[in-house]
């Protein structure tokens, strides 16, 4: 009854940069934290960047500096931009909403499908 859908993904040169979206639709009341995650080939997934409804961040040591999350609460859409990137970014990576809907009361994860993000020269 929510869907999630990336966009933003491809292929970009080492020090570049990309910007994903996410746009939450369905039966939405509300939607508290929202974020991304990352899997990488041959590793586990990790959350990369994550956003409160009220806009407090958090974010991996990894991308801290590099990465900026961000969200439209009007359009339930969150965005991850990704500067200076490198080969070790390179991964699937997938929204996440944390969504009150749905006839229900209380909040349950959705997950989007993933957008593939390759760094290479």
């Known amino acids: 009854q929510v869907q999630l859908v990336e966009s933003g993904g491809g292929l970009v040169q080492p020090g570049g940069s990309l910007r994903l979206s996410c746009a939450a639709s369905?039966?939405?009341?509300?939607?508290?934290?929202m974020g991304w995650y990352r899997q990488a080939p041959g590793k586990q997934r990790e959350l990369v960047a994550a956003i409160t409804s009220g806009g407090s961040t958090n974010y991996a040591d990894s991308v801290k500096g590099r990465f900026t999350i961000s969200r439209d609460n009007a359009k339930n859409t969150v965005y991850l931009q990704m500067n200076s990137l490198k080969p070790e970014d390179t991964a699937v990576y997938y929204c996440?909403?944390?969504?009150?809907?749905?006839?229900?009361?209380?909040?349950?994860?959705?997950w989007g499908k993933g957008t593939l993000v390759t760094v290479s020269s």
């Open positions: 369905g039966s939405i009341f509300s939607i508290n934290a």
């Open positions: 996440n909403a944390d969504v009150i809907g749905g006839g229900r009361y209380y909040g349950m994860d959705y």
